[in-house]
Structures are given as C-alpha cells and as structure tokens.
C-alpha cells in the first residue's frame, strides 16, 4: 500500500516535528511526532501520537526512522481486509 508522508508541526509539550499519514485513498490513518532530545525514554524517535482505524487502540509504539514506522503502518493496514 501506497503512504503519503505530510510534515507538520505537532502542538505538544516541546513543539515536535511530525508527521500526517495517508493511505492511498487519502484518508489520514496516523499522526507521527518525532520526540524531542529532551525525551527521557527515545529521544530522536518517531512515535504514533494518534492512529486511526485498524491503528487506533492502545499501543503507541516508537521507531528508529520514518521507514520503519511505513513498514510498521503497511503491516497492519494491509491486515484490516
């Protein structure tokens, strides 16, 4: 499956670098917020802020890069037919 990547900026405590995600109908199935250096846990990672449809619940799991939160992302959406 197809994902478009938007950049943009996320209101949270340290002003964080993210991420809207599409599928390929358009639709947003993800936001990704790149945490701060200041992060106690993962500093530098991407972490799903919010996932919507088969993303949604309760993990919000963290990734190394943007490739693998794709991977991560494909995964489950691909799963959800």
């Known amino acids: 499956m197809t994902l478009t ?3 943009v900026r996320v ?7 993210g991420m809207l995600v599409f ?3 358009r639709r947003l199935v ?3 917020t790149r945490l701060s250096e200041q992060n106690e846990i993962a500093p530098g ?9 088969r993303l949604g619940g309760i993990s919000h ?7 693998t939160a ?5 995964q489950r959406l691909v799963h959800q037919n």
Do not use: H
């Open 70 to 74: 794709q991977v991560w992302i494909n």
């Open 23 to 25: 599928n390929g109908n």
């Open 30 to 32: 993800a936001v990704l």
């Open 5 to 7: 990547f938007q950049s």
């Open 11 to 17: 209101a949270t405590e340290y002003d964080e670098e």
């Open 61 to 67: 799991p963290t990734f190394a890069n943007l490739e």
């Open 45 to 53: 990672q991407w972490f799903l802020e919010a996932g919507f449809g």
